[in-house]
C-alpha cells in the first residue's frame, strides 16, 4: 500500500516529546521527510537541550524514514524563518506545517508579571505566525500546502492561565484567517483542541486544581468525560497524530478553517460561535428595561463560574 505522504516535507515544531513527537513519528510513517524542530526546554520554556530533537529524529531514521533536527525557538522571527529554512535546505520545500510547541507558565491574574505573559504569548501566538509566514511564502509559490495549529479547550478559561488562555484563542482566530487568506492558493489550514496525557496534563497540581473546581460544581477545561488520572492515562499523546496526518493529505483538501477536538479515539468538530439566545426590540434598550426583562431571558439560569467568597480571616 502506498504511503499517503510519500514526496512531502513535514515541519513539527515541539517535536521533541509528548503530542509532537507522536505527530512527527506519524508523518514519517506515511513517507514523509520531517523536521523535527524542539529548543529542549523544560514545561515552562526554561532551558535548552537538543537531546530530544535528536532523539525523535532517530526514532523516524529507525524506523526507515528521513529527518532532520532543528533547535532554534519558536519565539522570535529568526527562530520561525530557520525552523522553515531548514526544511527547505535539507529537503528542497514544505509541504506541512504542525505548530505543536507550548509551554506553560501559570499564575492568578493579580500576581502575573509581563515576563509571565509575554513568554507564552511569543512561544503560542507569536510562535504560530513567526513559523506560518515564512512557510506561506513558499505555499503560495508552490500552491499547495498543509497547516495544523494547536489550540486547547483550556481556551475558554483556565484558572492561573490567562496568559495561556488567550493565547489559545488567539491561535483560532489566527486559523480561520490564514485560512481565508491562504485558500485561494490551495493551502488549508485548520486547528486541533487535543486532550492527551502529557507532561503538563498529567501534573499532580493541575488536577488538584480541577478537582477542587469540580466539587464546587464549576466548569473546568478538562473535558468532562475524563474524570482521573487514570482515564487520562488510556489517552496517550500519540492516539492525536492519525488526525494530523489525515489533514495533511489530499484528502482533506476541502477542510479549511476548522477546529477539531481530539482525544483517545474520539474526535469531533466545533461549530462557529452561534447566539443561544435573543431579545429583540426597535430601537435602544433603556438600562430599566433589561434589569427587568434579563432575568427571565437571556439571563435566566445562568451560573457564576467563580462566585465571590466570604473574606478569610
Not at 513527537?21 to 514545561?43: C, H, Q, S, T
Not at 495549529?149 to 495561556?164: C, E, H, Q
Not at 496525557?197 to 493541575?206: G, M, W
Not at 477545561?221 to 499523546?237: G, H, N, Q, W
Request: charged share 20%.
Amino acid at each position: 500500500m502506498p504511503k499517503r505522504l510519500e514526496g512531502k516535507v513535514a515541519v513539527v515544531t515541539g517535536a521533541g516529546g509528548g503530542i509532537g513527537r507522536g505527530e512527527a513519528l506519524a508523518l514519517a510513517a506515511e513517507g514523509a521527510k520531517v523536521v523535527v524542530n524542539d529548543l529542549g526546554a523544560a514545561g515552562d520554556g526554561a532551558g535548552s537541550s537538543s537531546a530530544p530533537a535528536d532523539d525523535v529524529v532517530q526514532e523516524i531514521k529507525k524506523q526507515g524514514g528521513e529527518a532532520v533536527a532543528n533547535y532554534d525557538s519558536v519565539a522570535t522571527s529568526e527562530g520561525g524563518e530557520n525552523i522553515i529554512k531548514t526544511a527547505i535546505d535539507n529537503f528542497g520545500r514544505i509541504d506541512i506545517l504542525v505548530n505543536n510547541a507550548g509551554i506553560f507558565r501559570d499564575h492568578m491574574i493579580y500576581n502575573m508579571t509581563d515576563e509571565e505573559w509575554d513568554i507564552v504569548m511569543k512561544v503560542h501566538l507569536y510562535g504560530h505566525f513567526y513559523c506560518t509566514r515564512p512557510a506561506c511564502v513558499h505555499f503560495r509559490q508552490q500552491r499547495s500546502g498543509r497547516i495544523i495549529n494547536t489550540s486547547s479547550t483550556a481556551g475558554l478559561g483556565i484558572p492561573g492561565g490567562t496568559n495561556y488562555s488567550a493565547a489559545k484563542e488567539g491561535v483560532l482566530g489566527f486559523t480561520k484567517t490564514v485560512a481565508l487568506d491562504m485558500g485561494r492558493y490551495g493551502v488549508t489550514c485548520n486547528a486541533i483542541c487535543p486532550g492527551a496525557a502529557t507532561r503538563l496534563s498529567l501534573a499532580p497540581e493541575l488536577w488538584a486544581q480541577w478537582e477542587r473546581m469540580r466539587a464546587q460544581g464549576l466548569p473546568t477545561a478538562m473535558r468532562p468525560d475524563i474524570v482521573s488520572l487514570e482515564e487520562l492515562k488510556k489517552r496517550p499523546p500519540e492516539m492525536v497524530a492519525p488526525l494530523i496526518v489525515y489533514l495533511a493529505t489530499d484528502e482533506a483538501a476541502n477542510i479549511n478553517g476548522c477546529t477539531f477536538s481530539v482525544s483517545g479515539g474520539e474526535i469531533g468538530i466545533f461549530r462557529e460561535r452561534d447566539i443561544r439566545g435573543m431579545i429583540y426590540k426597535d430601537g435602544s434598550w433603556t438600562l430599566d428595561e433589561l434589569i427587568a426583562l434579563m432575568p427571565k431571558s437571556i439571563a435566566k439560569g445562568l451560573i457564576n463560574p467563580a462566585p465571590a467568597e466570604p473574606p478569610k480571616g
